[in-house]
């Protein structure tokens, strides 16, 4: 009964260091998304991705890349960690068919000192 | 572009209170979805009620209501005999039937006191 799972929970980087964040689903969902949710803001949507093999930039993907290489998972990477992106990630699918709801994963606590 | 705008940033209430987050959506698609999201203090993202935009039927369920109204882009939500293990920030969002990417509005958090 996993659903979404994501890692790491925690993590705590130096400004330009590297990370990658990893998000796998068992629901063999097509769409999956990535998120920041920062205070007073909501969650706002980094990058997506419509099937395996296929991504697209969301409302903040400026700092980011993702890679749905298998179906299941869909990694988000940063490259030169910057303070501005100090968040909690949430990672979601959704099936094919419009009238679902999205899944989330238990969120990863990001700080960049 | 969407929008979701939560009005209300914080709500206490006493417990047994009756109590309605509200939600104002702007979409220029003629078909779109609407959902509500609840995140306790653990910050998982717990889903409560989607609604289609044909479908303005309102929904309760227990303690909880949503009332849809097309005519004013508002997709509200009440919690009757509100409970201290209500306290949570409670999400709108809307998608489109394209991406299916959420947008959300920026959360209502809501205190319950004993």
């Known amino acids: 009964n996993a659903g979404v799972t994501q890692t790491p929970k925690f993590r705590v980087l130096k400004t330009g260091q590297s990370m990658t964040l990893l998000c796998a689903q068992d629901?063999?969902?097509?769409?999956m998304y990535w998120y920041r949710q920062d205070p007073g803001m909501g969650l706002r949507l980094i990058h997506y991705s419509v099937g395996e093999g296929t991504t697209a930039k969301g409302e903040v993907p400026d700092g980011y890349n993702v890679s749905r290489l298998k179906k299941q998972n869909f990694l988000l990477g940063l490259e030169s960690a910057a303070p501005s992106q100090t968040s909690v990630y949430f990672c979601?699918?959704?099936?094919?068919?419009?009238?679902?709801?999205?899944?989330f994963g238990q969120g990863t606590r990001l700080t960049v000192v | 572009a969407q929008k979701v705008t939560q009005a209300q940033t914080e709500i206490s209430v006493v417990e047994k209170e009756d109590v309605t987050l509200d939600c104002v959506y702007e979409?220029?698609?003629?078909?779109?979805?609407l959902f509500w999201y609840k995140q306790p203090p653990s910050g998982e993202l717990v889903f409560l009620i989607r609604?289609?935009?044909?479908?303005?039927q309102n929904e309760i369920s227990g303690r909880y209501s949503w009332n849809f109204q097309k005519s004013t882009s508002s997709f509200n939500f009440t919690i009757t005999a509100s409970q201290v293990v209500d306290s949570a920030v409670y999400f709108c969002?809307?998608?489109?039937?394209?991406?299916?990417?959420?947008?959300f509005g920026s959360g209502t958090r809501l205190q319950v006191q004993p």
């Open positions: 629901m063999n969902h097509e769409y």
């Open positions: 609604r289609n935009s044909f479908d303005e």
């Open positions: 979601a699918s959704s099936a094919a068919t419009p009238n679902t709801e999205a899944f």
């Open positions: 969002a809307l998608s489109d039937t394209g991406r299916r990417a959420l947008t």
């Open positions: 979409t220029r698609d003629t078909t779109y979805y």
